[in-house]
């Protein structure tokens, strides 16, 4: 047996069914047909004259008169002969274009032909002009050799004509000569001498730059190191400088810790001096008339402001019926009084629970024992089967707002029959603390034992449920499980179990009533709050002197460090500026020796550029003497000086012969110049004309295409116009046929009118159906479109008894004279 279920709580569920309504809409498609006209020119007016067969029927047709034929074709005559005008003139105009365009090429050609003729004629100039070059060197230089050989025979012939006084003058300028390679000598020999002691000088300076060297190498490692030590020990001061300064704005920084601390120990110890050690424990919260503004009586800061009743808002008849009021507590966590457990985000765990559950059954047994019942109980089995209820509830989302439970924990476990009754409450908000959550649970208990009408009091009367009520017998035990879901929803399950039930469940009560303990006087909690506070600033008062302290000692070593580096940093700037001063003057004496060497190396050089001069003196002086003593002995022997004087006439005189065959080629060079010059004159005369002829060739070329683009404009007109003319003839003389209007009747199978695709009609002819009944015409009658058909040869035309065939004659005369006509153009054009 199952009781009614009812939710209680701010939020109801409300179902909903909602239909969906389709609409299929459909797509309206139109296509258009298309439909095409009969040009007028295909198209004859016929009037049918009855309904009878087509071969019975009567036409009746107008034809032109001879005379209209006549004139039209003399018309049709002069338009071929204007036409034929007007092709020659065309047939012209091309044989002028390309007459043009022959003459355009031409001259493309010949100054094509001209331009490579320039650039040969420049090509030879340039070679010309380049051998006449070559040509006037060659000359010169011949020149100077004629006059070179010339004065060497002169010399010669001098010798032989004087030789008495030649061989005397030779002979004075041998001994010159031998005097002068004796003063070379000398010169020489003099220089060797200050060269060798250059050399001997250098070596001994080179040794003393060594010396040098080494002694400033030496110094300046001394510096080196002096001046290492000196820039550690610097280093080292500055380090114990900066520690000592470091250590002073410590301390200043540690007496005003200290200050600070003084001063927050001494507020803080005012705070605790003026805060009670005891205070009043806070009343019973009561709950406050519905809607009904709340107050410090109804709002719940801690724990012992708990009711353990179920007390009855005022006016509560008034208002049975609201079903969604359920605010007669509130809870304020913001003074820190709430000393309760945190409830974790991911929810409640089982002893949190469990003591929530055994609130709830507190004031459900209040309100149990106030109608007479007895209380329920908490077991391990109905606290189990509640908590497979939550979870059966949130697995399926569209039933965890709806009851949903069964005895499915009991039969699955073969725990025997139990009858099931169930509360929930709903959209609650998230408990932060313990308290927080109870004071919803009481404000949602409140609602159910005595705002409840709108439910019918199935809330209430779930609560009150009643074993021997129910089943008649006290032997039934009545149980009750409780849980609080994560989604801030919590359900109440209520059991009445059978005896056999209570034995297999393996019960054991584990509820816990709570009671409210709030008598008298309390410790004030601020109090031993400001009082740790207060601890905890004399803590940082003493921490802040013995760090004073502390840093004060850091400091004396500090300034102890400084004075150590400060000595030893003065001892190494002493040693490095004995050092300094020593390798100055190593390095001042390792310039001198450097500078002593290099004047004796400029010296040696000096020396060996004397020498040098001395040696080439020597050697020209030697060669002098040598030329002086041959001369001598030329001048001396007669007939070597004759044999002398044949060898140079010799030479002068092929060096004239020389001179004469490259002025000869000189003067040709020159020639072949004037006459390369005189071809690339001629040349650019030649290239100018031609441009000058394309230039004209081709201006008339677009001369003759304009004339020719008038001359087919004026054939495309004249054609026009001839159309247009023949055009109104026919529309002439198809209206006087009309007017007419002279019946011929064709009756039977042989006058039907007959069609031959060699019979073709030259000229419009409109045909009309009589009427069978009165055997005239019906022009104001509806006619159908038909094609029309030509006229056979045999059909005689009215009044003038002109046959079709004498029309179709002018028609091939007419042929022929375009066709005589198109043949003359062709041949004009060849």
Do not use: C
């Not at 003399?74 to 065309?90: C, F, H, I, N």
Request: hydrophobic share 40%; no cysteine.
């Amino acid at each position: 047996m199952h009781k009614k279920m009812y939710k209680s709580g701010k939020m109801w569920v409300v179902s909903t069914v909602v239909a969906f309504t389709g609409v299929t809409g459909t797509t309206m498609v139109a296509n258009a047909d298309t439909v095409s006209s009969v040009s007028q020119k295909e198209i004859v007016s016929v009037v049918p004259t009855s309904s009878a067969s087509t071969d019975n029927q009567h036409y009746s047709i107008a034809m032109p008169s001879s005379a209209s034929v006549s004139n039209r074709a003399l018309q049709t005559a002069d338009d071929a002969r204007s036409s034929e005008a007007d092709g020659q003139q065309v047939a012209d105009k091309q044989a002028s274009v390309s007459v043009a365009t022959s003459n355009v090429a031409v001259a493309q050609s010949n100054a094509d032909v001209a331009n490579s003729a320039l650039s040969s004629a420049n090509d030879a100039v340039s070679l010309a002009q380049s051998d006449v070059t070559t040509a006037s060197n060659t000359v010169s230089s011949d020149q100077t050799a004629v006059v070179n050989a010339s004065n060497s025979v002169q010399e010669i012939q001098s010798a032989i004509t004087n030789q008495p006084s030649a061989i005397a003058s030779a002979s004075s300028v041998v001994v010159e000569k031998s005097a002068a390679v004796d003063s070379a000598n000398a010169a020489l020999n003099s220089a060797n001498d200050a060269l060798a002691k250059g050399n001997h000088q250098a070596v001994t300076d080179s040794q003393a730059v060594n010396v040098a060297s080494s002694n400033a190498s030496l110094a300046n490692s001394s510096e080196a190191v002096a001046k290492s030590a000196a820039d550690k020990t610097q280093a080292a001061l500055d380090q114990a400088n900066a520690l000592q300064n470091d250590a002073a704005s410590v301390i200043a920084s540690d007496k005003q810790a200290i200050n600070t601390a003084q001063d927050k120990l001494n507020q803080e110890e005012n705070k605790l001096n003026n805060t009670p050690t005891s205070i009043a424990a806070l009343p019973v919260a009561t709950p406050a008339a519905t809607g009904s503004p709340l107050t410090a009586a109804n709002t719940i800061q801690e724990v012992n402001q708990l009711p353990d009743k179920l007390v009855r808002p005022d006016n509560a008849d008034a208002h049975e019926y609201d079903p969604f009021y359920s605010n007669w507590y509130s809870y304020d966590g913001s003074n820190g009084l709430d000393a309760s457990d945190i409830i974790s985000v991911s929810g409640m765990t089982d002893a949190q629970q469990l003591e929530l559950a055994n609130y709830e059954l507190t004031l459900i047994n209040w309100f149990r024992a106030q109608n007479g019942l007895s209380p329920l109980h908490i077991t391990n089995a109905s606290q189990a089967a509640a908590l497979v209820e939550m979870n059966k509830r949130l697995a399926t989302a569209n039933t965890k707002n709806n009851h949903y439970t069964s005895d499915s924990y009991f039969s699955d476990n073969n725990r025997g029959h139990v009858s099931i009754a169930q509360n929930l409450g709903m959209g609650q908000s998230t408990p932060r603390t313990m308290l927080e959550a109870k004071v919803q649970v009481l404000n949602a208990l409140t609602a159910m034992a005595y705002q409840d009408g709108a439910q019918d009091w199935g809330h209430r009367d779930n609560l009150l449920i009643d074993s021997n009520k129910e089943y008649g017998s006290t032997a039934y035990t009545n149980a009750f499980g409780a849980y609080w879901t994560p989604e801030v929803d919590f359900l109440m399950d209520f059991y009445v179990m059978t005896p056999y039930a209570v034995q297999r469940s393996d019960m054991t009560v584990t509820d816990a009533p709570y009671v409210n303990q709030n008598t008298g006087w309390i410790a004030n909690p601020a109090y031993a709050k400001q009082q740790s506070v207060v601890n905890q600033a004399k803590t940082n008062l003493a921490n802040a002197q013995n760090q004073l302290k502390a840093d004060t000692e850091n400091s004396k070593n500090a300034t102890a460090l400084v004075e150590v580096a400060a000595k030893a940093n003065s001892d190494a700037q002493s040693a490095l500026d004995a050092a300094t001063k020593a390798a100055n003057q190593a390095n001042s004496e390792l310039e001198t020796a450097k500078a002593k060497l290099q004047n004796t190396l400029k010296t040696i050089e000096t020396d060996k550029n004397k020498v040098t001069e001395a040696t080439h003196a020597l050697v020209i002086a030697k060669d002098n003497l040598a030329n002086a003593q041959k001369k001598l002995t030329l001048v001396s022997d007669t007939q070597a000086l004759q044999t002398e004087l044949a060898i140079r006439q010799q030479a002068l005189k092929a060096a004239n012969d020389q001179l004469q065959e490259d002025e000869t080629a000189l003067a040709n060079a020159k020639h072949n110049l004037e006459d390369a010059l005189a071809t690339q004159s001629v040349q650019k005369i030649v290239l100018q004309k031609t441009q000058n002829e394309l230039e004209s060739a081709k201006s008339a070329l677009l001369k003759a295409q304009q004339d020719l683009d008038k001359a087919n404009e004026a054939v495309a007109s004249a054609g026009k116009a001839a159309q247009d003319a023949i055009n109104a003839s026919n529309k002439t003389v198809n209206t006087s046929a009309n007017n007419n209007q002279l019946d011929q009747q064709v009756t039977g199978d042989s006058n039907v009118l007959k069609t031959n695709v060699d019979d073709t009609d030259l000229l419009p002819v409109s045909v009309q159906r009589e009427d069978d009944s009165t055997g005239t015409l019906s022009p104001t009658k509806s006619s159908t479109s038909v094609a029309p058909k030509p006229l056979p040869l045999d059909v005689k035309l009215p009044e003038t008894g002109a046959s079709q065939k004498s029309t179709n004659g002018v028609a091939v005369a007419l042929l022929l004279m375009s066709g005589l006509s198109l043949i003359g153009m062709k041949k004009r054009e060849k």
